[in-house]
């Protein structure tokens, strides 16, 4: 199909919708300009008898909140107010702006707003939390005294009751998500009802949320604590004059005992065989005095690198624990869906 | 046969790495011997060269040394005396004690040939050892200790502590390990007296023997 043919066919479809938005009919549009001119009498005559005619919900709406701020004008508030809780039945979540409306107009309102029973503002915020340790938010005003009971709907769930108190005006309430078994709410799209009754009269709201499940990121394990490095395990040692020293003290103790021990009877000792071996060992003294000394252990840096390792290990083996809690865990993520209509 | 004890050693050493051990060390190859012996008065003094050889074993806190040695020694000075070959054997048996000290145990016997230009001997050792180590691969050790119950072949006896001995060591590494550059020294002075059965007082004839010895060892 070609992208014209697509258009032909898109565009009936989406005026009505689109309409639907705007004031259509005739005998309103003119209750309209007749009250912007200030021509009440003309306005309420329109605005009835459009009331007669087919119209949508919005103009029948649009309709009534004309006839309000009419006899808002007129000062006729009980008419007025009756006017405005047509409009509040119709729209619940309808506001006027009071930088552009009469506090007469507002005054009924308000007025309209405390003679009847309906639930306004129902708001589910997007949250993501771990399953067990968190709590979605929800709030909504009810504009009566009366008992309201909050109850998610859908899915695999039924119908479950997550609030029920006797209340009026703003009231806020906790979700923890989680089935009366402590799991938590299977993933999938729930409404959110809340219903208001006083008397014989009863409202509801609802508000579509989808549950998402996810994973819960782990923690990965750490090689090395921020701000402590491993030290070298040896150092050289500074030079020093031992190792020859040593020698000549090892070989100047052979000779000397040679010479002690030696018999008298037999004439002086030979020191030759002594001698060789003794300025062997002084030599290689005296070669290790110049080389540059062997790394020795360092038993501070050791004992430190020891005790860094310890620390990781034991950190690491807190970290392993709290991933395996983690991967038994779900991370829920509510999200609010668009709503359909208002209550009833 | 200086020339055959070389070849032997460079055979060993191409052969070697295959046979090194992990936990215990050995090492063994030829000596060049010198010394220096005197008996009973200075006018019998010797002085001789030759040939030996040492293995070392070193196995935990236990390790021991063997010395094989022939010297040709020679009358020194003006005399009349006629040369001699001295073999000898000397065993150390130690045990490593603490810090440098290990204690020692061993034996030596020396055989005279012929058999009447010296005295042949044997005797046990026991002693101690001290040894450092100079830097990387070079070790040095100085021990001495006394002769029990010598044997001479003339005959003879000692006091107690008649006989003494004292030593003078010497390790270098090479080749990374597997070769040993080792010098040795020993020193043994008996105190030695005869009695020819007539009643009079025992006579001294003192034995002393210098002795160095310098060589290579192949380690395994």
Redesign the interface.
Known sequence: MRRSTWLLVAVPLLLPRLSAQTVQNTTLRRAQQAFDNLDYRQALSAAHSSLRERLSGYERARAYELLGFTYSGMDSILKAVDAFKQVVLIEPERELDPNRTSPKALSAFQVALTQILVIRQLRVDSVQFIGGQGNVPIRYTVTQPSRVVARVTGGSLGSMRIDSTVANGQVNIRWPARLPSGDPVPAGSYSVIVEASVGQNSFSASQPIRVAHGTVDTLPHLTSLPGYEYLPETEIPPKSWR?VG??FV??G??LA??SA???G???S??????T???L??VA??F??TL?K??PEPARGNILYNQLLREQIARRNAEIAQENTRRRQQVALSVVPLPRAGGGR | MRTTATLVAAGALAVMPACRLAAQHFSVGPQIAFGDYRETTSDLHFRGAGLGAKASVLWKKFSADVWLSKINYKPHGDSALADFDASEVNVQLRYFISGPFSAELGFMNRKADPEFEAQSMGALTAGAQMSHLLGPGVRMALDGGVLFGPKFSGGGSISPLGAVRLGLGLTVDALKGRLHVVGDYEFQSVSRKTDDGSGSPALPAPIQQSLGRIGLAIAF
């Open positions: 190792p040593l020698g090892y070989a103790v052979a005992g040679t021990l030696s018999n009877d037999l004439g000792p030979s020191l030759r065989e002594g060789v071996i003794g062997g060992i290689a003294g070669v290790m080389k000394p062997a």
